[in-house]
């Protein structure tokens, strides 16, 4: 099979790195893709939102599958576009339909489909700039902290969470009224503030089938012991050691199942991965958020650890025989620790020249921002590149990343020392 990847980050590396390893996998493309993705496959140089240009690629090298990474073109029905087209529509590609996609477009949509097929989550009500008004009385309402967030696609900046009534009032303003994340905060949902620790679930899905991936627990703020700005994503760990069987369990029965069920009940049509963002209030899980495609450096521990052939998985969910495929899992932990451009996640310079790639030992660096320029790996992004390593244990697998992290270096290199200091 020839296969395209959509997107450029660790996320697209480390699917390319995963399907390169395919028997399947005959010629492998990624666009726009990285320096990473350049060492195993071809990158073509084009938007993933630029459907016109994917279609004429897809043609031009013969391509049977397409696995989509990033939300955007999955929220703007890049997946409809392929069965609308009679040019395309023998093609399979990974990631739901613009329907079910609005899981993740929508943070309203999302609570309404929790609400409707009784998934545990935090009470929330939406509110646009006609009724900003109502917004604060709301606010007024609520115990702090107070969580506001914008509807629509904010690049996983669209939540703020503050402890102030009167900041909180200000900053729903700012949302609603002056636009402060665009358009994705033209509506936004405020909700209860669930006290717990956090944990992300993994599920694929074919539509009527799922299987569940292992869980991960990712590092969201810049600064040690969870401090600062909200970022992509800081690093990550996997398993989660305090998801018990017993927890697992109610996981699978309060919520993936549900979820899956709803998808059918509703109508929407769903080939792909859906990420399920919980919180462990007490001894149970809530829903914080569903995204409609892997997280991201969730993936950089999650898919190292998945043993089987992932184009034989990806074949099952588009001729939806998932039921079929027995998930092999590593018993190994993996964690993986994200270097970041000094600055990030404010503004930060690009083109820094990345050196030390060649002495890493034992761990596996998934390259994010990051580009080929005259022969030279240099940074092009915020999230620059994704250490991954396994241990025997977290601490094992952390310590391994941290001492291939002792070899790298470009100007104003930035990353977390404590991942995993809560568990």
């Given at each position: 099979m020839n296969i395209l990847i959509l997107g450029s980050g660790g996320r697209e590396h480390t699917f390319a790195w995963k399907t390169a390893q395919s028997p399947l996998c005959n010629n492998l493309f990624v666009a726009p893709g990285n320096s990473g993705t350049a060492s195993i496959a071809e990158n073509i140089n084009i938007s993933v939102t630029d459907f016109d240009a994917i279609k004429k690629l897809v043609i031009d090298k013969q391509i049977d599958m397409v696995v989509v990474g990033p939300e955007d073109p999955l929220v703007q029905g890049v997946h409809d576009y392929f069965l609308n087209d009679s040019a395309l529509k023998h093609v399979s590609v990974i990631g739901p339909e613009k329907a079910a996609a609005e899981l993740e477009g929508s943070k309203e949509f999302a609570k309404e489909f929790m609400m409707r097929h009784n998934i545990p989550t935090a009470a929330y009500q939406s509110f646009n700039a006609s009724n900003v008004e109502e917004g604060y009385a709301f606010l007024e309402a609520l115990n702090p902290p107070y969580v506001l967030k914008a509807d629509g696609l904010a690049a996983g900046k669209g939540v703020l969470i503050l402890d102030n009534l009167e900041e909180a009032k200000t900053e729903l303003k700012n949302m609603l009224v002056d636009a402060k994340f665009g358009n994705a905060s033209s509506k936004v949902v405020i909700e209860e503030f669930l006290d717990g620790i956090e944990l992300s679930c993994f599920v694929l899905t074919d539509g009527k089938n799922y299987k569940i991936l292992p869980t991960a627990k990712d590092y969201k703020r810049i600064g040690e012991g969870d401090t600062g700005l909200n970022t992509g994503g800081m690093g990550a760990v996997s398993p989660v050691?305090?998801?018990?069987?017993?927890?697992?369990?109610?996981?699978?029965?309060?919520?993936?199942?549900?979820?899956?069920?709803?998808?059918?009940?509703?109508?929407?049509?769903?080939?792909?991965?859906?990420?399920?963002?919980?919180?462990?209030?007490?001894?149970?899980?809530?829903?914080?958020?569903?995204?409609?495609r892997m997280g991201d450096p969730e993936t950089e521990v999650v898919l190292p650890r998945l043993k089987n052939d992932i184009v034989e998985i990806f074949n099952a969910i588009a001729n939806q025989t998932l039921d079929t495929i027995q998930i092999e899992i590593d018993k190994r932990a993996a964690t993986t620790v994200m270097l970041v451009s000094g600055g990030y996640p404010e503004a930060y310079e690009k083109g820094k020249e990345i050196t030390g790639l060649e002495a890493v030992e034992g761990s596996i660096p998934f390259h994010a921002g990051a580009n080929v320029k005259e022969g030279k790996v240099v940074t092009s992004g915020g999230r620059v590149m994704a250490i991954t390593s396994y241990g025997n244990t977290y601490n094992e697998a952390l310590k391994k990343s941290y001492q291939n992290i002792d070899k790298l270096h470009f100007d104003k290199m930035n990353y977390r020392k404590d991942i995993g200091f809560d568990l």
């Open positions: 050691p305090f998801a018990t069987p017993e927890f697992l369990n109610k996981i699978e029965e309060r919520i993936v199942k549900p979820t899956i069920d709803g998808l059918q009940k509703d109508n929407l049509p769903y080939k792909g991965f859906v990420f399920i963002g919980l919180i462990k209030v007490g001894d149970d899980p809530k829903v914080i958020e569903y995204n409609v």
